[in-house]
């Protein structure tokens, strides 16, 4: 990265949020609700998503979509599907765990893709929601409201870089 990103969210706000959200969430789901990350950028979020419930008592099974719309880009473009679940969900209680949404059809793409693969339900779990997302309806758990930046850190990335940084930042 050609700029050092900008802290909006420090990692320990983050951790005070994902404790919250999963006290908010052991009471809907069970060990039997199929916990799905969209990659790449949810990876780092849907662990400690995942330590947290387990200190909520619940270790719900997991899997993974990895779908892209950004490749390299700083702005979203055609929604690509490059992995598929390698479990079943039909007749599962899903929690779709994704980054940052922003025009939302990422997120209404893979709510669709679940249930007709037979999720009975399907719960979201967002990290971030830019402005662009208001008027879309709400995800039914939010870490935070952001403004309209490009973002960095906390398994998000620019062009394969910035993934490790334990803070959600901003790159101008």
Known sequence: MDTQPQILVPH????????????QM?????????????????FVFMADIMRGLARQGLTPRT??????????AREPGRLNVLADLQKSVR????????DVYDT???????????AAKGAVQVLTCLLARKPAAEGLPAPDYLGFD???????????????????????????
């Open 104 to 114: 939302g059809n990422t997120i209404r793409f893979a709510v669709d893709y679940l």
């Open 63 to 72: 899997d993974f979509m990895w779908l892209s719309s950004y490749g390299d």
């Open 12 to 23: 320990t706000e983050i951790a005070r949020r994902v404790e919250e959200l999963c006290q």
């Open 26 to 42: 052991a009471p809907r789901l069970s060990n039997d609700t199929v916990v799905v990350g969209l990659l790449q950028g949810a």
């Open 91 to 98: 007749g599962a209680q899903v929690l779709l765990v994704d």
């Open 146 to 172: 952001l403004g309209d930046r490009f973002l960095v850190g906390y398994g998000l990335d620019h062009a394969g870089q910035g993934r490790g940084i334990p803070d959600l930042c901003a790159l101008d």
